[in-house]
């Protein structure tokens, strides 16, 4: 099921403790952009037709990226694209982000996603499908 494009901001904003819509929106729109270039074939097609339109077409339409991100650095490019933010604030924009697409995907679908990932991004995703 799809999640409409209020619900899914309204739960970014809640999981981020945003202030406005905005923020909440533009923290996505990062995240989901870098996360995009992660990802390929039927598993980001897959997540994309489960976020709102807007959101599918950024994750289909990453920005590029020239080798997988480390979860580390994953954040510090969100830093770097959000603007004032640090790398603390950049973690917290991730997992915002991130655990709500999380709970979109589903259980299967993300554990297909983390196994695209470099090791660690399961924290990212609020610990979604994390090794015992």
């Given at each position: ?10 739960r970014v904003r ?110 990212l995703f609020g ?6």
């Amino acid at each position: 099921m799809t999640l409409r494009w209020e619900a899914f901001l309204d739960r970014v904003r809640e999981r981020g403790e945003y202030e406005t819509h905005g923020e909440a929106e533009r923290a996505a729109r990062v995240v989901l952009a870098l996360l995009g270039a992660h990802l390929v074939g039927r598993d980001r097609a897959e997540l994309a037709a489960r976020l709102p339109e807007t959101m599918a077409l950024i994750l289909l339409n990453p920005l590029q990226a020239v080798e997988p991100l480390s979860p580390e650095r994953f954040v510090r490019a969100t830093a770097a694209w959000i603007e004032g933010a640090g790398e603390q604030t950049a973690r917290w924009d991730v997992g915002a982000v991130l655990s709500v697409a999380a709970e979109a995907a589903g259980e299967d679908l993300t554990r297909r996603i983390l196994l695209q990932l470099p090791p660690g991004y399961d924290l990212l995703f609020g610990g979604h499908a994390k090794s015992t």
